[in-house]
């Protein structure tokens, strides 16, 4: 038996500039070799080198092979995203040979009939952005918007449909709350100021892209966690509502009206359990919780919004691809789901193409539908490949009994 989608959904690959594009030079990169970081990875034993993005899979210059990467998976739609450094590396001095490779590249996807899915900030930012603050500036909010319509109006006759910004909060509480990340601040006013921030950058972006082509399909793509209570009642339960609307409703509701569809990144379950605290069974390489069932939960969470979704980021660290196929498998039979109950899923984008640089745990963790050789960057097919393009191939994943 099959669990059908629709013909027009769209299937696809995800992956960000920093994690493959290579050679940047970001605040990231600046973070990634510091004196502090380094000495932090050594007190902790673990070895600099393999924390620092350096070429990371050099999708900048292989192109070509990520386009074969896709072909071989059989996607109709990728999802990618604009190094903002590149394209801008001084305030108001825009690249033209970077902007020119972007559309080229997006032709390129057009012409094997992939359809590009372009989010316009996925994480590190320009040196001169840091410089002034980052996100903490309200000058940012106006810089972004100018960057946004300079790579729109370049791209926008490839490429369709946009996504303003990845993951807000993820952003603000890892740099901002736990300071994980750069600038590595634990300060909940920053925190908030950020957030605000970022709530006002994609309304404009949002406006200013639809002046441009009113057309163009404008989102962001939003992390929602599942919070369960282990009991339905009592204190787990007030805690995993809080939690629900803190994490998951905040942003969407501030910007319900400046979006066109939303992206939904799934990867995490989290049972409240106030008194025991217990820690939850781990299955990925990360030790992230496999559990299906939320994707369907936080899909369901949405209906409220009445808007397209897409599932832009679902994936997992899983070096040996033991448990890829099984979950990609179970968690598309809990998204068909929703198509019967009021949520107007549109497609589903996996979490990634190809391994690549995460963030602050460096290279280790391998998301990859294709592994990568860090040293030669040659990428090798994964068995997991094999079983999405089937699923892709029959518009859907079997049900097994
Ligand atoms: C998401 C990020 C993405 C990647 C995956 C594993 O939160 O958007 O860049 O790191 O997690």
Not at 59 to 65: D, I, P
Not at 231 to 238: C, H, M
Not at 279 to 287: F, T
Request: aromatic share 14%.
């Amino acid at each position: 038996m099959k669990k059908t989608f629709p013909v027009n959904f769209r299937w696809g690959c995800s992956t960000s500039a920093h994690q493959i594009e290579g050679s940047t030079v970001n605040d990231w990169t600046q973070w990634e070799s510091s004196i502090d970081r380094e000495k932090f990875l050594r007190q902790a034993g673990k070895n600099p080198e393999e924390f620092i993005s350096g070429m990371a899979c050099d999708s900048w210059n292989r192109f070509e092979q990520d386009i074969a990467c896709l072909k071989e998976v059989g996607v109709n739609s990728y999802r990618f995203s604009i190094e903002w450094s590149r394209v801008e590396p001084e305030r108001g001095v825009f690249d033209q040979t970077v902007i020119e490779r972007y559309v080229h590249f997006a032709q390129r996807l057009k012409e094997e009939g992939i359809e590009p899915f372009v989010t316009l900030w996925h994480w590190p930012v320009p040196l001169w952005v840091r410089d002034q603050g980052r996100w903490e500036s309200p000058q940012t909010v106006g810089d972004f918007v100018k960057f946004a319509e300079v790579m729109v109006t370049a791209m926008h006759s490839h490429v369709r449909t946009w996504i303003t910004i990845n993951e807000p909060l993820v952003y603000t509480s890892n740099s901002y709350v736990t300071g994980q990340w750069p600038p590595q601040q634990k300060s909940l006013r920053k925190a908030f100021r950020v957030a605000r921030h970022l709530v006002q950058a994609h309304r404009h972006a949002y406006t200013a892209i639809k002046k441009i082509d009113s057309t163009l399909q404008v989102g962001l793509s939003k992390h929602n966690i599942h919070f369960s209570a282990k009991q339905p009642w009592g204190v787990n339960q007030v805690f995993a509502r809080a939690l629900t609307y803190l994490w998951n409703e905040w942003f969407l509701n501030r910007v319900r009206r400046h979006q066109d569809f939303i992206g939904l990144n799934y990867y995490f379950h989290n049972s409240v359990d106030v008194k025991f605290g217990k820690k939850e069974k781990v299955y990925s390489d990360m030790g992230w919780e496999l559990y299906p069932e939320g994707l369907y939960r936080v899909l369901k969470g949405l209906k409220r919004y009445g808007k397209p979704v897409y599932i832009t980021e679902h994936g997992l660290a899983d070096k040996d691809d033991r448990h890829r196929a099984w979950y990609l498998q179970e968690s598309l039979r809990y998204a068909h789901q929703v198509l019967n109950e009021g949520v107007d899923l549109r497609g589903y984008f996996h979490w990634s193409l190809l391994d690549n640089f995460e963030w602050a745990d460096g290279f280790f963790p391998r998301f990859g539908l294709f592994e990568v050789d860090f040293v030669t960057c040659e990428r090798k097919a994964r068995p997991s490949v094999a079983v999405y393009r089937e699923i892709i191939e029959q518009g859907g994943p079997e049900v097994l009994e």
